[in-house]
Nanobody, 122 residues
Framework: QVQLVESGGGLVQAGGSLRLSCAVS????????MGWYRQPPGKQRELVAT?????????NYADSVKARFTISTDVTSNTMYLQMNSLKPDDTGVYYC??????????????WGQGTQVTVSS
């Protein structure tokens, strides 16, 4: 069973940046797609960004984070990243790394990490 371990969360002021990392216990070339979800306080988990590893690294973002967040992978270290810039208080939540696939044009998660807390102060 593939394990996913997130790191890099923390407290940051609005307008600041953070980079989340997700260490994957498998070769990224064996994985179809990955993504980042977040769960704001009192709300449902939402998909933030995905990357289709077997399709040349094509990326997709939620409208709320476009032009601010960047998802990427490093196949040499089997790590996925989420670079978050121009952070807003609404970005606060627990961020989860996900391993999955695309089915019918939609990302389907098959495994989760334990989550890392991101708090953006105003």
């Amino acid at each position: 069973q593939v394990q996913l371990v997130e790191s890099g969360g923390g407290l940051v002021q609005a307008g600041g940046s953070l980079r989340l990392s997700c260490a994957v216990s498998a070769n990224l070339f064996s994985i179809s797609a990955m993504g980042w979800y977040r769960q704001p306080p009192g709300k449902q988990r939402e998909l933030v960004a995905t990357i289709r590893i077997i399709v040349g690294g094509a990326t997709n973002y939620a409208d709320s984070v476009k032009a601010r967040f960047t998802i990427s992978t490093d196949v040499t270290s089997n790590t996925m990243y989420l670079q978050m810039n121009s952070l807003k208080p609404d970005d606060t939540g627990v961020y989860y790394c996900s391993l999955g696939r695309y089915s019918g044009g939609r990302y389907v998660s098959e495994a989760w990490g334990q989550g890392t807390q991101v708090t953006v102060s105003s």
